[in-house]
């Protein structure tokens, strides 16, 4: 058998189960649902659901008007209204993260005043909109809490279906200007969960 797994969670549930090549503990936490996968007799494989929200960045400014591209004034009350409408919702993340393009950046803070992410907002790379989408799912795949990230299309677009689909150049889901779209991985597969433009936020 694979080696043991130690955590700092409570365990809330064991269930042990065959699975289509190999036995699976199924062991829920309380800090979430994790799966204990036993392939062969020297490797032990542990994932946890989480939810990732990714934005798109407010309207913005034109590069004649401003060469930074800040939200203009009705992306920006765009973005309030959604970030207020998200709080509303329960909606939760651990930290929010942002291509460090002013729009990104300003749409980014303005969530965040409402959201207060636990871990704050930060810049990153591999958010701006042409960046591979290969490196940003490599960092997602190691994480265990709930995420935002906001970015620019087409990179999100192409994020979305490498991970859905397996494919960057299938489009899995429209996107809109401070709308939000909320994937959600389970047992190692990512799915839609929901999305919410912000035409449907008053």
Known sequence: MGSLVHTRWQIERVHVAPGPTAWHLEVSLSAGLYLVDTWDDTATRVTRDMELFLVQHGEAKTETEDPERPLNDRGAETVRRMAAWALQAG??????????????????????????????????????????????????????????????????????????????DATVVRFRNAGIVCLRREKERWSVNWTVPPELVQ
């Open 91 to 168: 909606l939760r993340v651990a930290q929010i993260r942002h291509s460090g393009k002013r729009r990104a950046e300003q749409t980014a803070e303005t969530l965040a005043e409402h959201l207060q992410p636990a871990r704050g907002v930060i810049a990153v790379a591999g958010l701006k909109p042409n960046d591979d989408v290969h490196s940003m799912a490599a960092t997602l795949e190691a994480e265990t809490e709930a995420v935002m990230l906001v970015g620019h299309l087409p990179f999100l677009g192409r994020l979305v279906g490498f991970l859905v689909a397996g494919d960057p």
